[in-house]
């Protein structure tokens, strides 16, 4: 059964009248015509008290909808724009679950190549590859990020090795974070240098003579342990996976936000410290002439 045309919406009773002009392209025509038909038709004049009580409604709906999607629209500016490896130079401060698992975080080696020490930390096998339990990863990374900035704000120096390719600019940018005088990376191969107060280690396995040096001077280190590796091989592991340039990226990313946050809870210390010293020296003739 046909509907009459005053019977349909006003854009499809436009594009209905343009389809019979139309041969080949008739979407296109009648998105043509639907938008003629618009401008060229004059506003509807408000004669009764329905058609103001019509108009304030459809005004309401239209204002509702902007209200509800308006946070979600395409504006884009430099804040919302997507960024080619944008947690490496906007790394988020706090991670997620959801973050590590769209890095790729919770993809470990095969299972038959599991180290027996890293059962606590697996969730199961897949397709005979072993699923790292993101919900051990995201507590034991927010220890090591409370480890980070404590050192930092300690004064410590900080190092960040990773001496793949693709981890240098990344344990570049980390040291960068914190500062030129607590701030350091190792991103080629590692040569002995004077120890620092805490290492941050993104592929331990290819530097385990790194570790050794660290565990006889006694330096703390943090380091991703994947499913084939010994969590027991650096001081605060971080089970994650270790091939990964975005799981790196994030995890030294929010690593090196604690420790630049750590460097301003120094130098705020360090002003109260100055404060205090400075009111100290102004009480003390005071009271001494109180006290003569």
């Not at 349909?8 to 009773?13: D, H």
């Not at 430099?78 to 790729?104: C, I, M, Q, W, Y």
């Not at 805490?198 to 290819?206: F, G, R, T, Y």
Request: hydrophobic share 40%.
């Amino acid at each position: 059964m046909s509907l009459p045309t005053a019977a349909l919406r006003p854009w499809f009773a436009a594009s209905t009248r343009c389809s019979s002009r139309t041969t080949s392209r008739s979407v296109v025509a009648a998105v043509r015509c639907q938008s003629t038909a618009a401008a060229s038709s004059e506003p509807r004049r408000l004669e009764t008290q329905a058609d103001w009580e019509d108009f304030r409604l459809q005004k309401g709906k239209v204002r509702t909808l902007i209200d509800t999607f308006g946070e979600y629209g395409s504006t884009q500016t430099e804040e919302t724009a997507f960024h080619l490896r944008d947690s490496l130079h906007k790394p988020p401060r706090n991670a997620t679950v959801s973050a590590l698992l769209a890095a790729g975080a919770h993809f470990g080696h095969a299972s038959t190549r599991m180290n027996p020490n890293f059962m606590p930390y697996a969730y199961g096998t897949r397709a005979g590859i072993t699923v790292i339990d993101l919900d051990s990863t995201l507590p034991l990374l927010r220890r090591a990020a409370n480890v980070t900035r404590a050192v930092a704000r300690a004064g410590g120096q900080i190092l960040f090795i990773g001496t793949r390719p693709d981890l240098k600019p990344v344990v570049q940018k980390a040291a960068e974070r914190l500062g030129p005088r607590q701030g350091y990376y190792v991103g080629e191969r590692w040569l002995p240098e004077l120890p620092p107060d805490l290492a941050i280690i993104l592929n331990p396995v290819a530097n385990g003579n790194a570790i050794r040096e660290f565990a006889l001077e006694n330096v703390p280190t943090i380091g991703i342990i994947d499913s084939n590796v010994d969590p027991r091989l650096v001081m605060y592991p971080i089970p994650a996976n270790d091939e990964n340039a975005r799981v790196a990226e994030l995890i030294a990313g929010v690593l090196s936000i604690a420790g630049r946050e750590g460097v301003a809870l120094r130098q705020e210390d360090l002003r109260n410290q100055v404060f205090i010293e400075d009111k100290k020296a102004r009480q003390r003739p005071f009271n001494g002439r109180r006290g003569a």
